[in-house]
């Protein structure tokens, strides 16, 4: 349900706040990195010490370190491109694409720090000590980094003042990338619910749909067919 939440308020806040967002989009990047250094800090404190939050700042905290706020922006990059443009929804999501889908990677970065430092640091030597590998959770993390770095150009590519710098055909090819980038996304978090002891029927689900819909979407949208109009 925390994804649901998060993508909820995500999205009011895209369509409610869409001319702030494009005005003031330094105010929106600055709350992110600001919120990201907070949940890295409380992150690195909660491995090397006994420093605990609880109620609801550990909510929060958790929304923001799992990827939930990040993903809930970066399916309304995906789908700012795959909906019908003439909807108002659409028109607006366009409007801010670029801003969406930087605050999104700025959240993620706590989250990519935190889970591969984890990984090195704490889950590796356990691994070589016990002699038990886990295929999933590797996998997981593995997919999870190839993403993270394709991820890389995609986000710095989408300011302003470099995509400028950059000749329009270059950049589009590039921007392509971002097809992989979702599907990877998509995949590591289905590995991650398939890893879970119990499987979370209703987020399998949700994922599925939205990275589904998103799929039809955009092959309805690049069919021949459509390209004529
Ligand atoms: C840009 C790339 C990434 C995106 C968009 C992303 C997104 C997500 C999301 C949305 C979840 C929550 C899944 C759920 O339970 O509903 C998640 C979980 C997780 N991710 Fe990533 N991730 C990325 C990169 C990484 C990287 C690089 C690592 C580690 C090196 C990683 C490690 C993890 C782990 C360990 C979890 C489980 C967290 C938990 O349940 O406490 N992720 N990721």
Redesign the pocket.
């Known amino acids: 349900m925390?994804?649901i939440y998060s993508l909820i308020f995500v999205l009011l806040l895209s369509f409610f706040f869409t001319s702030n967002i494009k005005k003031n989009y330094w105010t929106y990047y600055l709350i992110s990195i600001f919120i990201g250094i907070i949940t890295t800090v409380y992150e690195v404190l909660r491995i090397t010490s006994d420093v605990k939050i609880y109620g609801f700042p550990l909510f929060l905290e958790?929304i923001f370190?799992?990827?939930?706020i990040?993903?809930a922006f970066?399916i309304l990059v995906m789908f700012a491109g795959a909906l019908n443009p003439k909807w108002k929804i659409t028109r607006k999501l366009l409007s801010i694409r670029a801003e969406l889908a930087i605050i999104?990677?700025i959240f993620?970065i706590p989250?990519?720090?935190?889970?591969?430092?984890?990984?090195i640091v704490l889950k590796l030597p356990k691994m070589f000590s016990t002699g038990v590998i886990p295929k999933l959770?590797i996998a997981?993390?593995?997919?999870?980094?190839?993403?993270?770095?394709?991820?890389i150009p995609l986000f710095i590519t989408s300011f302003k003042k470099i995509r400028r710098k950059m000749q329009s055909g270059k950049w589009r090819k590039l921007q392509k990338r971002a097809y992989i980038?979702y599907f990877?996304?998509y995949v590591?978090?289905l590995i991650?619910?398939l890893n879970?002891k119990e499987i979370?029927l209703l987020?399998l689900s949700s994922?599925t749909i939205i990275f589904g819909t998103y799929t039809i979407l955009k092959l309805i949208k690049s069919s021949p067919a459509e390209l004529k109009y």
Do not use: C, N, T
């Open positions: 925390i994804f958790k370190i799992r990827g939930y990040s993903i970066f999104a990677s993620i989250h990519a720090l935190i889970y591969f430092v984890r990984f959770y997981y993390i593995i997919v999870g980094i190839i993403a993270f770095v394709i991820m980038f990877l996304v590591h978090i991650i619910m879970e979370d987020k994922y």
